[in-house]
C-alpha cells in the first residue's frame, strides 16, 4: 500500500506529460510549442512536488515523432521551453525520457518499462521500489505495475477509469490534488 506521509527525497517520481502536466490532444499530438498548455494548477503542483522527491523524471510515449508529424527537434523544443517554465516557477524535472517508436511491443513504449530502466541507469540513486507514476492512462498504471512501482491515476482525461483497480494504487483529480495530498 503507497503510503504518501512515507514520501521523502530518497524516493523517485515519474510523470506521464500529456494529461498530467499539459492538456492532451484528442486523437492527436502536441507537435511544437505553440500548442503546448500547462493545466492551469501545473506550476503550483510542480512547485509543491520538488520539495519531496530526489528525483523527478517525466516518461512518455511520442509517436508523433515516430509517424513524422513532427521532428525531435520540435520535441526538445517543447521540453525545454516546459522544463524552463517549471523551473522558473520554483518546481524541476531532472529528465525527460520519451518513446517515439511505433512499435507497441518496444521495450520503451508504455505500458513497458523500458524508460524506468533508463531511469535507473542514468540515477543510480533510483530505487523502483522507492518510486511513484502519475499518469492519466491505465498504459501508464501498466508501466508502473511492470517497473515494480507504485502507480497514482490522475482522471484528468479519463475520468470514467474506475477506481479501486488493480493498477492503480492512488486515484486523484489531478496533479496538483497529488501534490498537496504530499504536505
Not at 126 to 150: H, P
Amino acid at each position: 500500500m503507497l503510503d504518501l506521509t512515507k514520501i521523502d527525497n530518497t524516493w523517485t517520481l515519474f510523470l506521464d506529460r500529456d494529461g498530467v502536466i499539459n492538456h492532451d490532444k484528442d486523437n492527436d499530438y502536441i507537435r511544437d510549442w505553440n500548442e503546448f498548455r500547462f493545466y492551469d494548477t501545473t506550476l503550483e503542483a510542480m512547485a509543491i512536488i520538488e520539495k519531496h522527491f530526489g528525483r523527478i523524471v517525466v516518461t512518455t510515449n511520442q509517436k508523433g515523432v515516430g509517424k513524422g508529424l513532427m521532428s525531435v527537434a520540435d520535441l526538445d523544443n517543447i521540453h525545454a521551453n516546459m522544463l524552463s517554465l517549471i523551473q522558473e516557477n520554483g518546481g524541476r524535472i531532472d529528465k525527460v525520457y520519451y518513446c517515439s517508436d511505433l512499435s507497441d511491443d518496444s521495450v520503451n513504449r508504455k505500458p513497458n518499462p523500458g524508460m524506468a530502466h533508463q531511469a535507473k541507469a542514468d540515477f543510480a540513486e533510483v530505487d523502483l521500489s522507492k518510486s511513484i507514476i502519475v499518469g492519466n492512462r491505465i498504459s501508464d498504471m501498466g508501466f508502473g505495475r511492470n517497473a515494480g512501482i507504485y502507480t497514482v491515476f490522475v482522471a484528468t482525461t479519463h475520468p470514467e477509469t474506475p477506481f479501486p483497480d488493480p493498477l492503480i494504487d492512488l486515484c486523484f483529480d489531478d496533479l496538483l490534488a497529488f501534490a498537496k495530498a504530499l504536505t
